[in-house]
């Protein structure tokens, strides 16, 4: 499985991105699949979840109200839609999948996009 995330950019404060994450194989309707970001000198962390029906979806709190996770599973694709970016939101995006039985934590991951957001 691979997975290919692309989108980033730099942007000024208050300015949208929109990131997309394309999956290898036939079995992306079936993952569970996130966007987690990774700040410099910090952790990573999630962003945004969305299981495999697109019915449950959950967000970080400092993004609620201004990042959507979607997924169009005909084009193995999930997208993440940002808008308001803030300066804080900057750092290294990565797309992440969790198979069947979805207990084993995001077992692929994507490469990473770069997201600078100035001031």
């Known amino acids: 499985v691979q997975l290919q995330a692309s989108g980033g950019g730099l942007v000024q404060a208050g300015d949208s991105l929109r990131l997309s994450c394309v999956v290898s194989?036939?079995?992306?309707?079936?993952?569970?699949m996130a966007w987690f970001r990774q700040a410099p000198g910090k952790e990573r962390e999630a962003v945004a979840t969305?299981?495999?029906?697109?019915?449950?979806?959950m967000y970080a709190d400092s993004v609620k109200g201004r990042f959507t996770i979607s997924r169009v599973n005909a084009k193995n694709t999930l997208l993440l839609q940002m808008n308001s970016l803030k300066v804080e939101d900057t750092g290294v995006y990565y797309c992440?999948?969790?198979?069947?039985?979805?207990?084993?934590?995001?077992?692929?991951w994507g490469q990473g996009t770069q997201v600078t957001v100035s001031s």
């Open positions: 969305i299981d495999w029906s697109g019915s449950s979806i």
């Open positions: 992440a999948a969790d198979e069947p039985p979805y207990s084993r934590g995001y077992e692929y």
């Open positions: 194989g036939r079995s992306f309707s079936r993952y569970g």
